[in-house]
């Protein structure tokens, strides 16, 4: 396939939750993980760390991991009402899309799950990182998801089986000091590529001051 260009490439970037069952060249899974670690991290410490899982044994304990967040989730789903740019129809697709991956999970060919390992400091500090932390391995997992769809593959960025990121670390026998930030489910997909449908930017951008509105034209 001809090369996109990265407009193209980020305008039809869309979580893609059904997925193929038939295999991904290993050649293809380097080249999107060569392109995550061009990514830049805190202090350029470059502490993410990228588990492949491939093995069908591997791929239903996280499965049985992913399924109890994923009820968790859909238990918050049900008791709000879906955002007004989206609509009840819309979420409901959406929905529909994440619960067939949370039962085909162990039938995707490629599970990608990123981490983070968590570098030397004052416990003080740490703990004022909280949420920060992830600005060290998003845009690494952004990159996967850019790459993927260059690649023609279907990828979703997904956080649900890190609610039991114990149970996760067990799994993948992780040292203490690595938590796992994403799970990518990476496979050929069975639905189409964008373009991807988001509200303006003039509903969701201020200039200077909060309600000041930016319109950039």
């Known amino acids: ?19 193929k069952p038939d295999p991904v060249p290993d050649a293809m899974i380097h080249k999107i993980l ?5 990514a830049p991290s805190g202090g350029n410490n470059q502490n993410w760390r990228f588990l492949v899982v491939k093995s069908p044994e591997v791929k239903k304990q996280i499965q049985d991991v992913y ?23 819309r979420l409901g697709r959406i929905l529909d899309a994440a619960t067939y991956l949370a039962e085909h999970m162990n039938e995707v060919p490629v599970l990608l799950v990123a981490c983070l390992k968590a570098p030397p400091m004052p416990a003080d500090i740490a703990a ?5 932390s992830g600005s060290s391995i998003y845009p690494a997992v952004q990159n996967v998801l ?25 799994v993948l026998g992780l040292p203490k000091d690595v938590s796992t930030y994403a799970l990518i489910p990476i496979g050929y997909p069975r639905g189409k590529f964008g ?7 003039e509903e969701v951008t201020c200039v200077d001051r909060w309600g000041q509105a930016f319109t950039g034209k």
């Open 195 to 201: 373009p991807v449908q988001r509200m303006s930017v």
């Open 146 to 170: 850019l790459s993927c769809r260059a690649l023609g593959l279907g990828a979703t960025l997904t956080t649900v089986a890190s609610l039991y990121d114990e149970e996760m670390q067990a």
């Open 34 to 38: 060569d392109a995550a670690i061009r």
């Open 1 to 19: 396939m001809s090369e996109l260009g990265i407009f193209e490439t980020i305008f039809s970037t869309r979580s893609l939750r059904r997925l």
């Open 67 to 89: 399924l109890k967040g994923w009820r968790d989730v859909q238990g918050m789903y049900k008791s709000r009402k879906a955002p007004e740019h989206l609509g009840e129809e």
């Open 128 to 132: 004022r990182l909280g949420r920060l």
